[in-house]
């Protein structure tokens, strides 16, 4: 099993340059989650997923949008970078019996200039 | 915002020694997870616990969940350089992260 795979590991944009960063999972877990890891700040929620079709907002949501088609994988975009958008992304699934006990991913550095 | 707080923010030990590190909050929570995270990697899974007053064991690593279930610490015995990494806490309430201890074991 490969667990959580993302893509791409590197990506850089320029400011208001789009993008659409993709999260799989092969554990056929339910729950979905995308994170941001900045310096000194431990890991935010961006949005997450309980289930195929479904999203909802976490705690840092504002310029991202999700996508949730297919149990296995989970798309967050950006439609407008901006600098402040610099960060590390994880993406992370678990099951909705032990859902606390989440499975991330090797992360995604982007950095918008 | 309910805050959960890790201390110390950076610990450098060497080889052999002892360690604890602190995950606090203001508020009661049902749950509360506890990773490692390597450079370059995401965080990796080390315990929950659940239970105010809970102590769980891993190998050279002891992890205590506070009596009232606001604060947590894992103690690390004999430290060893595979022990270096960010320690980080997790709230299963609202799935809020701590800031991490940055530990750093030297030979």
């Known amino acids: 099993n490969a667990g959580v795979t993302q893509t791409p590991k590197f990506r850089v944009l320029k400011t208001g340059q789009s993008m659409t960063l993709l999260c799989a999972q092969d554990?056929?877990?339910?729950?979905m989650y995308w994170y941001r890891q900045d310096p000194g700040m431990g890991l935010r929620l961006i949005h997450y997923?309980?289930?195929?079709?479904?999203?909802a907002k976490g705690e840092v949501p504002d310029g991202y949008n999700v996508s949730r088609l297919k149990k296995q994988n989970f798309l967050l975009g950006l439609e407008s970078a901006a600098p402040s958008q610099t960060s590390v992304y994880f993406c992370?699934?678990?099951?909705?019996?032990?859902?606390?006990?989440?499975?991330f991913g090797p992360g995604t550095r982007l950095t918008v200039t | 915002t309910q805050l959960l707080e890790q201390s110390p923010q950076f610990l450098s030990i060497q080889e052999g020694e002892n360690l604890t590190v602190y995950c606090n909050s203001s508020s009661v929570f049902s749950s509360l997870q506890w990773y490692r995270q390597e450079p370059g990697e995401g965080p990796v899974l080390l315990v929950t616990v659940v239970t105010g007053g809970e102590v769980k064991k891993l190998k050279r690593l002891t992890f205590q969940f506070g009596d009232a279930r606001k604060d947590s610490s894992l103690h690390i015995t004999a430290a060893q350089t595979g022990d270096t990494g960010l320690y980080l806490c997790e709230r299963g309430d609202d799935m809020r992260f701590g800031a991490g201890t940055r530990l750093t074991v030297k030979p």
């Open positions: 554990m056929n877990h339910e729950y």
């Open positions: 997923s309980v289930g195929e079709g479904t999203t």
């Open positions: 992370a699934s678990s099951d909705p019996i032990r859902w606390y006990e989440q499975y």
